[in-house]
């Protein structure tokens, strides 16, 4: 089995042509907007594309930065890979690269979430690794030179969908008392339907402000009348209590 440092390589080496970095769909269509207005004061030309004997620029420097752009897009961007044969062995190798080096590396969700005690060091030991990113940046440019994405998926190449999730649904909440996020104790769904237990029947405070509320709900709304006669019994109940303490 190759080790990691071999299959980095092999893809690195089946990518000779690609760009280090290569420039994202939307970075493309700037500087292809910036292209054609730059290209159009070159050329003497207004906003609107219509040819004009006066351009309020410098068509000198309108020139030059359009050879600079040009060159940049030729430079930075993607170019797709047609042969199958090479497509295969990419996929192959941007795989097993994702899957057998920079996954493993990963923190979980959960781990990257709460931020346990040294998760920051392990997180610059592993993922954050000069090793890892250099992975990492193959994997994305292979995927890149594969498949050309819509320029509104800017999370195509973002490394969060391959981060294992750590904690799945149904499990038990877990608590880690010295985690910036510690958690909480708590049974598993499972858990909860084969407990021997009932509810509890103690009269809490919540309940005792619920059985108020349906007292209430049931007697009717609070209008100003009910309002008005519970004040004046309330009032005559604690001006018998005051006399008698005063007597």
């Known amino acids: ?17 690609q760009p280090t970095n290569p420039l994202r769909p939307h970075q493309i269509e700037e500087y292809q907007a910036e292209l054609r207005r730059q290209g159009g004061m070159a050329q003497g030309r207004n906003q609107e594309g219509a040819a004009t004997g006066w351009v309020p620029a410098d068509r000198g420097a309108a020139t030059a930065t359009t050879r600079r752009i040009r060159k940049l897009l030729d430079e930075q961007t993607a170019k797709p890979i047609s042969e199958p044969m090479r497509r295969d062995r990419v996929a192959r190798l941007m795989a097993q690269v994702r899957d057998e080096v920079v996954r493993p590396a990963m923190l979980p969700q959960e781990t990257m979430r709460r931020n346990p005690p040294g998760a920051v060091t392990q997180f610059m030991k592993s993922e954050n690794s ?3 990113k250099r992975a990492t940046l193959a994997v994305k440019r292979a995927m890149f030179a594969l ?4 320029s509104n998926d800017r999370d195509f190449a973002s490394t969060e969908k ?12 877990t608590f880690v008392a010295d985690a910036q996020i510690p958690g909480n104790f708590a049974m598993t769904p499972l858990a909860k339907e084969n407990t021997p237990f009932q509810e509890p029947t103690i009269n809490s405070a919540l309940k005792q402000v619920q059985a108020r509320e349906a007292k209430e709900k049931k007697g009717g709304a609070w209008t100003p009348e009910r309002r008005a006669a519970a004040s004046a019994k309330w009032h005559a109940q604690h001006g018998k209590v005051a006399n008698a303490v005063s007597g």
């Open 1 to 17: 089995m190759p080790s990691a440092d071999a299959l980095v390589t092999s893809l690195e080496q089946e990518l000779h042509d």
């Open 130 to 132: 000069t090793a890892i």
């Open 147 to 150: 498949e050309q994405p819509d």
């Open 162 to 173: 391959w981060r294992p999730v750590g904690a799945m649904p149904g499990q038990a909440a």
